[in-house]
């Protein structure tokens, strides 16, 4: 292994409260006892050299305040620095990809100090003296999977022109003004009118060995039938995904009401699309879910949409009203549409899809945690299940019930 320090200068620099999204993912990580790595191994373009990527890095170091962030031991605060150097590990294997997958796994498991490193971990991998794979890991402290996604497209691209956007520094005094006030107080207010409306699971159950077990499902008929329900009903397929969640978490719990924490981007909001930090937060989604799919997908886009409009706020002002309340959102289940195509093609689905435990989350998780990804042909849902709420048989029933819903909604059963 061989190490090139990579030194950065860039603009902006300063002390300042986390933002909203920031503090978010520091109490996800306290509490899921996770500092939530993201990123992976990628192929280095062909025809690059090392100085090639440390190039690229160094692009991301001095272009995003996010990069060169290291939070401070006085306090929830943050420090933007002007100039560092980042420790590039450089090797030479036989095997890239496999080698690379093995820094990866090691970067992950390896907890990183948030106050003395630099958030972001890169190696090269390289074959004859060539690189092949480039490693980068970075808490999601840094950005959330959208902002990775404006990075990794501008620094292939070498955008030169300024950067989209508040960064961390203008965003936090922005949150801070009256009109960040205003905009929170609104988004708790929301949280408390519906809090005594909220049913919590209760823990009934005795927990397995491996408590927090994580599956998948891929339904390649659910892909279909979305599109054809959206063209029957007008309704978007986000819509149609989140009330069938929301109807099979009824069906298995036996709830009318159903009350959902959703993941929200926030970036539908003015200036905040191309942000390279994290902006996503939870917004509460309480609907009635009785009846047909069709009835309830009215009752559950309001729903929605009160909810992304709400999901914008100081954490530590929502937890100081959930502190003194009799309702704890924790034992609700959480969900997150993470697609990208956002779309589907109708047509008539064909088959069961197949469902397989992978193994466990990496810590305490929600009761229930859906994630909905697309991929070519098919629609992915990743359950990460507390054992101690919901049964391995009822996160499968979850997903299958979805899937018999959003099927028969096709025809409007």
């Given amino acids: 292994m061989d190490r090139i320090d990579v030194a950065f200068r860039g603009e902006g620099s300063g002390v300042a409260e986390l933002t909203w999204g920031q503090q978010s993912m520091l109490m996800t990580m306290a509490r899921e006892r996770s500092w939530l790595p993201m990123g992976g191994h990628q192929p280095v373009a062909p025809g690059a050299t090392v100085a090639d990527v440390v190039a690229e890095l160094r692009y991301s170091l001095e272009r995003y305040q996010s990069f060169r962030t290291r939070l401070r031991h006085d306090g929830p605060l943050q420090e933007v620095h002007a100039a560092g150097t980042l420790a590039v590990e450089v090797y030479e294997s036989d095997d890239p990809m496999s080698f690379a997958a093995e820094v990866e796994h090691g970067y992950r498991i390896a907890q990183p100090d948030l106050v003395e490193d630099w958030p972001l971990r890169a190696a090269v991998v390289c074959r004859d003296g060539r690189p ?17 996604g404006v990075m990794v497209a501008e620094a292939t691209a070498r955008v030169a022109t300024p950067v989209t956007g508040p960064q961390p520094l203008e965003l936090a005094a922005w949150q801070r003004s009256p009109s960040g006030d205003r905009c929170s107080a609104a988004a708790v207010r929301h949280w408390e009118r519906h809090l005594p409306s909220v049913a919590m699971l209760s823990p009934a159950l005795e927990p397995e060995r491996q408590r927090f077990p994580k599956a998948r499902f891929t339904s390649p008929a659910m892909a279909v039938a979305v599109g054809t329900v959206a063209a029957r009903t007008g309704v978007d397929p986000a819509t149609i995904l989140s009330t069938a ?75 100081e009203l959930l502190a003194g309340s009799a309702t704890d959102v924790t034992r609700t289940v959480c969900y997150n549409d993470r697609r990208t195509r956002r779309a589907a093609a109708p047509g008539a689905p064909s088959g069961d899809g197949v469902f397989e435990w992978v193994g466990a989350s990496t810590g305490p998780t929600e009761p229930l945690f859906l994630h909905i990804d697309d991929e070519p042909g098919a629609l992915v849902l990743t359950v990460d299940v507390d054992t101690a709420f919901l049964s391995r048989t009822d996160a499968e029933t979850v997903v299958r019930t979805m899937e018999s819903l959003v099927a028969g909604g096709r025809a409007g059963l």
């Fill in 132 to 148: 092949e794979r480039l490693v980068a890991i970075m808490p999601h402290l840094v950005t959330d999977a959208i902002g990775a």
């Fill in 245 to 319: 969640f929301m109807m099979a978490v009824g069906q298995v719990t036996g709830a009318g009401e159903v009350a959902v924490r959703q993941l929200v981007s926030n970036r539908f909001r003015a200036g905040l699309a191309e942000v390279v930090s994290p902006l996503a937060q939870l917004g509460l989604c309480v609907a009635d879910v009785s009846g047909p799919l069709d009835e309830a997908l009215g009752r559950v886009a309001r729903a929605s949409l009160a909810a992304q409009k709400h999901a914008y706020y100081n954490p530590l002002r929502l937890a």
